[in-house]
């Protein structure tokens, strides 16, 4: 504990040089934008900041992009309470009792309690991501390949078992993922595959320009030509204070929000969006009224929020720990970190322990300002929504375009996203989550590495799996949650993905 | 092309996962397909062609399940497409612009995008139109190219 504290004193004394502190301040900013704007969510926002973070070093560049990442799920709940548009899908569920209770009046203390909720699920999250990771990567120092093959499976079942809609969809999509993966010189062989004689392709597709694509230009796609937003109500700043009541019922799904975001959060998968799901399904089923849910009851903004944004936190715990993505938004941040020069792993806390520690320290930072910078300024940024929607996804649309561009100065990136965007387009039509795609394109090459070296290791014997503990439970957890996702095609009835409202959202 | 609902009794035609997954499992068969270059290797010693076709199998095998699971699924014909024309239109005007970027430079490819977005398919006012395009165009290379030393692609007229 002691070290603990004196690594972060470390930390703190990197978060508190002023120009770490206001790149902190403007990641927040444009993170809330960016999760105001429709059409932009944290993946896309991030993607296109990526570029932007180039003349930057190492710990600055994770700084501004973990506060875009944070902003932007806390602009998501501004828009869906004012306007009942979720700027990003973790605020879907904020929406239903958020915008009741705008109607009802009670609008500025939706947005506080939506705020504190953050505030105190990311300094909650926070605390666990310092707790957890270093213990973590202790841990994941005695993983080897097995481990890591095993690792990256379990991960694809629970993803395919916790993200919403059809559980063989968003297997297919992964499976889409980890074939273009495979696009590119096999490292193991020197193989160039499905290059179509196109030498950029040897290096592989890269996360930024898929990830802008399926996110950012199907979602223009999908909402051009929208009607003109509907008029928004401006809270003052004496309307935030909610009532005495509305904080005593706020305090404990706040609470029960951040923890259960937190324990999704370390989960692969679109964790920020499952949880938010999952902490209103828990809310509504432990209220004593339930009938209030979708009138305006303020536990409904209150567990949501908090929970999409401690599963934002704890999301980094495997990234960091183990150099594993666990959802798109960490894709593209461990590409970031690539970029310098630094890769993500069990040995990265100790190897590079400013990055690590001014990390945390800045989250706590970020917390802090995203607190201070946004109850004060709601006013500002509900002007900024009443740009119309017509003039906004052109601009969209362009910053899209240079974002892809400048990452490698190519214009096959730009390519890329644009048939990334078509086809995002029209899977979304047809009912398909895309976070598998992103997420299976960055973990193919890996889980193949991991695979063929687990079988040099063992000279070709399969049983190198079985051998080892870890693996072994890894191995069973994913064959049962592979059982579980089979059992809706034999079984009908609902399970408790259907209780939590999972199914609800295609 | 409006469908009009058929007579009572008629079919609803195909379901929209039945398209989706057979579209999966030719995807599938394609890669398959392609794989045949790169040597797969064996179980015990896995080639570069080997995780490609293992992939394409699992694609293959889950594309088929939608497909014949999907017969509950609601029919392609219900799937509303009132902004596929806009879509294709933003797609194609993008798709000139990613051609353009590194032939007329960054600058003039935003106008003229921008022009083109806001002044033909919005319909917006010349005036705004231009006036948010240069607008964007030059802020933008100010705050990238200038500011974040981001190289971004020059006309050969030198702007």
Request: hydrophobic fraction near 50%; glycine fraction near 12%.
């Amino acid at each position: 504990m002691a070290e603990t504290m004196q690594n972060l004193l470390l930390g703190f004394s990197v978060a508190l040089q002023p120009s770490v502190l206001v790149y902190a301040f403007i990641g927040c900013l444009v993170g809330t934008l960016v999760g105001m704007l429709p059409g932009l969510g944290p993946l896309a926002g991030i993607s296109l900041l990526l570029p932007a973070t180039f003349g930057l070093n190492p710990i600055i560049s994770v700084v501004l992009l973990s506060g875009v990442y944070y902003g932007a799920m806390y602009g998501g709940s501004t828009t869906s309470i004012l306007m009942r548009i979720p700027g990003e899908a973790a605020s879907v569920m904020t929406c239903v009792d958020g915008y009741a209770m705008t109607q009802r009046g009670r609008a500025g203390p939706a947005l506080a309690i939506a705020a504190i909720g953050s505030f105190v699920a990311g300094t909650f999250g926070v605390f666990g991501l310092m707790l957890l990771a270093p213990t973590l990567a202790t841990f994941a120092l005695r993983f080897g390949p097995p481990e890591y093959t095993a690792l990256l499976l379990m991960g694809f079942l629970v993803l395919a078992y916790m993200t919403g809609g059809s559980m063989l969809k968003t297997l297919a999509m992964a499976g889409f993922g980890l074939l273009l993966g495979m696009i590119g010189i096999d490292a193991m062989s020197g193989y160039t595959r499905f290059s179509y004689d196109i030498v950029e392709l040897g290096d592989g597709i890269g996360i930024v320009p898929v990830a802008v694509g399926l996110f950012g230009v199907s979602e223009v796609l999908l909402t051009a030509g929208q009607p003109v937003p509907p008029k928004v109500q401006k809270p003052t700043l004496r309307e935030l204070i909610p009532s005495r009541e509305e904080f005593r019922l706020s305090v404990w799904p706040i609470l029960r929000g951040t923890l259960i975001g937190f324990l999704i959060g370390i989960i692969p998968g679109s964790a920020h969006i499952i949880s938010s799901f999952v902490s209103y399904g828990v809310e509504r089923r432990i209220s004593k009224h339930p009938e209030r849910f979708g009138n305006g009851a303020i536990e409904g903004v209150a567990g949501p929020e908090s929970a999409n944004n401690s599963a934002a936190q704890g999301a980094f715990i495997p990234m960091m720990a183990l150099g594993i993505p666990t959802s798109p938004i960490m894709a593209v941040m461990i590409a970031a970190l690539m970029l310098h020069g630094i890769s993500p792993g069990p040995m990265l806390i100790t190897q590079e322990p400013e990055l690590f520690w001014g990390f945390v320290a800045s989250m706590y930072i970020g917390n802090v300002v995203l607190l201070i910078l946004n109850l004060p300024m709601v006013g500002l940024f509900v002007t900024l929504l009443r740009v119309p929607y017509s003039y906004l996804y052109p601009c969209v649309l362009c910053f899209c375009i240079l974002g892809c561009y400048s990452v490698n100065n190519s214009t096959l990136d730009v390519w890329i996203m644009l048939v990334m965007g078509g086809i995002g387009y029209v899977f979304r039509k047809f009912g398909y989550d895309l976070a598998p795609v992103a997420l299976g394109l960055i973990l193919s090459p890996m889980l193949e590495l991991s695979l063929r070296q687990s079988l040099a290791m063992s000279a070709g014997d399969y049983g190198i799996f079985l051998d080892r503990p870890i693996t072994v439970t890894m191995l069973v957890i994913s064959a049962v949650l592979f059982l579980f996702s089979l059992k809706p095609l034999f079984f009908k009835g609902k399970d408790w993905r259907a209780d939590v409202g999972l199914d609800e959202k295609a | 092309m409006t469908r009009t609902p058929g007579p009572a009794g008629a079919r609803d035609g195909i379901r929209s996962d039945q398209i989706s997954g057979v579209f999966l499992l030719l995807l599938a068969l394609y890669v398959g397909w392609q794989d045949r270059a790169f040597p797969v290797g064996t179980l015990a010693d896995p080639g570069p062609g080997f995780m490609p076709l293992l992939i394409a199998i699992f694609l293959g095998v889950v594309g088929l399940l939608i497909a014949v699971f999907g017969g509950k699924s609601e029919p392609f014909s219900s799937i509303p497409w009132p902004e596929a024309r806009r879509a294709v239109l933003v797609l194609v005007i993008s798709v000139a612009g990613a051609f353009a970027l590194e032939r007329v430079g960054y600058r003039l490819t935003m106008i003229a995008l921008l022009v083109f977005f806001l002044g033909v398919v919005e319909r917006r006012h010349p005036f705004a139109a231009a006036a948010v395009a240069v607008g964007f165009s030059v802020i933008t290379y100010y705050v990238f190219s200038t500011l974040l030393q981001v190289q971004l692609p020059h006309s050969p007229w030198g702007f």
